[in-house]
């Protein structure tokens, strides 16, 4: 059963199955959009999500309880959930009886197997990794003949952060008794499965190059369906340690192939399908997009959204399941990243606050606390997310915080956090770079992350194709293009690249840079160039300053301060030549001019 709703004086009251972290931050969204929230949870009053709802809306019970979930429904006009491995035939009861249940227990049903879940993605024509039934022990080793060594084994039902999942590297008798001892299979010492039926399934191994994730909202009455972007979901153990949004190191049409695929899998759920789905995709070597598997629910890939977006993953959630309009999944910041906050391996609170302690002094970081009553080592604890303008201005933080967490650089996309300018500031010759210097000079005046290059538009094409073609996706945000001569540079960047171009003539020794200036000038409608007087890198420098202050108002300020230092430097003048006459002034000059050269 699905309505669509509005925002009204009496609150909306969504029941949730699981009070853990989840819950919690759904919770903290519900009252700005009208939505009161009650949960069912193990731990009862002890759940994170008690600490910020009162515990008259905390029922304490299992999350298959059939008794405790009806209790839950009795009162609620949705009942959602904040994981998949909960009391499905009973929600199915539910929705039978009239009971709103968003995603509904079919969708549920279909998730929370994986198997079943490959299957109907199968048939719905979604490209997945290949998968086989492996009931048996024969079957497994079918599975391992066809589609090859290593091969993953997957339990069908409860497994998540790497559980239920192991890695099978030969077909061997032992080896097979060992990946269904770590699953939690009873074996014979001969690796048998003693005759019993085993719930599990097979992957074949996927030689990936990058894991994605993709967070989709679909509203309760199937009508409208969005996605958040693309981002790089970092895995350590099996347990995402590092988001980083948008994802890095991943073409643009692939990263849009990551979010049509992940819409299209949740689309094809049909009715039900509602709320938050979390998306894992696996980018392989040539390119190709393939769908590893689906959480119904918000997920640790989509917790960036909470500070980077217009609306947070949890609150469209909430939309979506209450038959709200769904919000904005644009991203309102340049980049972000997610840092999962682990209990040390000490397991005290003290060495696993570390990372948070120094989060709260950095600028742009926000602390997620979940507060859950006892830390264990590797349990999550909370989260940091990190938003910036820029890459190279958010990643000096993100170093921090992952060198304090023990996650490895090399474990990111390109093995390394690599320098991202704003502005490239490139030329056709070394012997441009006394000109370029100029620009330089002003970009480090403003603390503006730059680089400076050689490309030649006519000696080094390749080079200019890959150069402007990949800045945007790098991080920059203006070009300055230095050239002499013919000056094509400018003109040639400008027709591959989005960003703004701003071109510097340079002074030849034939025509003193007036046919440098007249090229640059002279580009055809469509592509257009910026220009400053001939040499006059300084104003290009300043120029690209200015662009960048439209978007950042810590910039804009500086940019406003130094205008007024050529104000009060040009008045201190005036003072002077008032003050002395036009004689002495000079011969101060003069002086100073003749100390200098000296």
């Known amino acids: 059963m699905t309505t669509s709703r509005k925002i009204g004086a009496a609150p909306l009251k969504v029941g949730c199955v699981g009070g853990g972290q989840l819950g919690r931050m759904m919770a903290l969204e519900a009252p700005r959009i009208g939505i009161q929230m009650m949960f069912l949870d193990p731990t009862g009053i002890h759940c994170p999500a008690a600490q910020v709802v009162p515990h008259s809306q905390i029922i304490e019970g299992s999350l298959k309880d059939a008794d405790k979930i009806r209790e839950?429904?009795?009162?609620?006009?949705?009942?959602?959930?904040?994981?998949?491995?909960?009391?499905?035939?009973?929600?199915?009861?539910?929705?039978?009886?009239?009971?709103?249940?968003?995603?509904?227990?079919?969708?549920?049903?279909?998730?929370?197997?994986?198997?079943?879940?490959?299957?109907?993605?199968?048939?719905?024509?979604?490209?997945?990794?290949?998968?086989?039934?492996?009931?048996?022990?024969?079957?497994?080793?079918?599975?391992?003949?066809?589609?090859?060594?290593?091969?993953?084994?997957?339990?069908?039902?409860?497994?998540?952060?790497?559980?239920?999942?192991?890695?099978?590297?030969?077909?061997?008798?032992?080896?097979?008794?060992?990946?269904?001892?770590?699953l939690g299979c009873a074996t014979e010492t001969n690796g048998s499965s003693n005759g019993q039926?085993?719930?599990?399934?097979?992957?074949?191994?996927?030689?990936?190059?990058?894991?994605?994730?993709?967070?989709?909202?679909?509203?309760?009455?199937?009508?409208?369906?969005?996605?958040?972007?693309?981002?790089?979901?970092?895995?350590?153990?099996?347990?995402c340690r590092v988001v980083l949004a948008p994802a890095r190191h991943?073409?643009?049409?692939?990263?849009?192939?990551?979010?049509?695929?992940?819409?299209n899998a949740i689309d094809s759920l049909g009715q039900g399908a509602s709320g938050m789905f979390g998306v894992e995709l696996f980018i392989t070597k040539e390119g190709s997009v393939l769908l590893n598997e689906i959480a119904p629910r918000p997920h640790n890939t989509g917790h960036?959204?909470?500070?980077?977006?217009?609306?947070?993953?949890?609150?469209?959630?909430?939309?979506?399941?209450?038959?709200?309009?769904?919000?904005?999944?644009?991203?309102?910041?340049?980049?972000?990243?997610?840092?999962?906050?682990?209990?040390?391996?000490?397991?005290?609170?003290?060495?696993?606050?570390?990372?948070?302690?120094?989060?709260?002094?950095?600028?742009?970081?926000?602390?997620?606390?979940?507060?859950?009553l006892e830390c264990r080592a590797g349990r999550k604890m909370g989260h940091i997310n990190l938003t910036g303008s820029s890459q190279a201005e958010m990643d000096s933080y993100l170093s921090q915080l992952l060198a304090i967490e023990g996650i490895p650089i090399s474990s990111l996309p390109g093995g390394r956090l690599e320098s991202s300018p704003l502005v490239g500031v490139i030329m056709g010759s070394h012997s441009d770079l006394p000109t370029m210097n100029a620009a330089v000079d002003i970009l480090k005046k403003f603390n503006i992350p730059y680089e400076v290059d050689i490309v030649s538009a006519h000696r080094t094409p390749d080079k200019l194709v890959s150069y402007s073609r990949a800045a945007a996706e790098r991080g920059m945000r203006v070009i300055i293009a230095g050239a002499g001569g013919a000056a094509h540079l400018?003109?040639?960047?400008?027709?591959?690249?989005?960003?703004?171009?701003?071109?510097?003539?340079?002074?030849?020794?034939?025509?003193?840079?007036?046919?440098?200036?007249?090229?640059?000038?002279?580009?055809?409608?469509?592509?257009?160039v910026a220009t400053v007087a001939i040499g006059n890198a300084l104003n290009a420098g300043l120029l690209a300053v200015r662009m960048l202050c439209t978007s950042r108002p810590d910039l804009r300020q500086k940019m406003m301060d130094y205008q007024l230092e050529m104000t009060d430097m040009v008045n201190e003048m005036s003072s002077k030549l008032t003050d002395l006459g036009s004689d002495a002034f000079l011969d101060q000059m003069d002086s100073k001019n003749q100390a200098v050269n000296v």
């Not at 977006?309 to 609150?315: D, K, V």
């Not at 040390?344 to 859950?372: C, F, Q, R």
Request: charge should be negative; include cysteine.
């Open 197 to 239: 039926v085993l719930d599990l399934y097979a992957e074949g191994w996927i030689n990936f190059v990058c894991e994605v994730g993709v967070m989709v909202v679909r509203s309760a009455n199937g009508e409208d369906t969005d996605s958040y972007p693309a981002v790089n979901a970092i895995q350590q153990d099996s347990i």
């Open 304 to 372: 960036y959204t909470q500070d980077a977006c217009t609306i947070s993953q949890f609150e469209n959630h909430l939309r979506g399941v209450c038959g709200l309009p769904l919000g904005s999944t644009k991203m309102i910041v340049e980049t972000a990243a997610m840092v999962n906050v682990l209990g040390a391996p000490s397991g005290t609170e003290e060495d696993t606050l570390k990372s948070s302690n120094a989060a709260l002094k950095m600028p742009t970081a926000i602390v997620h606390w979940y507060g859950k």
């Open 250 to 263: 991943v073409k643009t049409e692939i990263r849009q192939e990551c979010e049509k695929v992940a819409r």
């Open 72 to 182: 839950l429904a009795k009162d609620v006009d949705v009942v959602t959930v904040e994981i998949e491995h909960v009391g499905v035939e009973t929600l199915q009861e539910l929705e039978k009886e009239g009971v709103n249940v968003q995603p509904s227990g079919r969708v549920l049903s279909i998730i929370r197997d994986k198997f079943l879940q490959k299957e109907h993605f199968d048939a719905h024509k979604i490209p997945l990794p290949p998968f086989r039934e492996t009931q048996t022990v024969a079957a497994i080793k079918d599975a391992a003949r066809d589609l090859g060594l290593p091969l993953m084994l997957k339990s069908r039902t409860g497994g998540y952060d790497g559980r239920g999942n192991a890695v099978l590297q030969t077909a061997s008798d032992e080896d097979i008794a060992d990946a269904l001892q770590k």
């Open 490 to 528: 400018p003109g040639m960047v400008a027709s591959m690249t989005p960003l703004p171009v701003i071109g510097v003539p340079v002074k030849t020794s034939t025509l003193s840079g007036v046919d440098s200036l007249y090229s640059i000038v002279q580009m055809p409608r469509g592509i257009p």
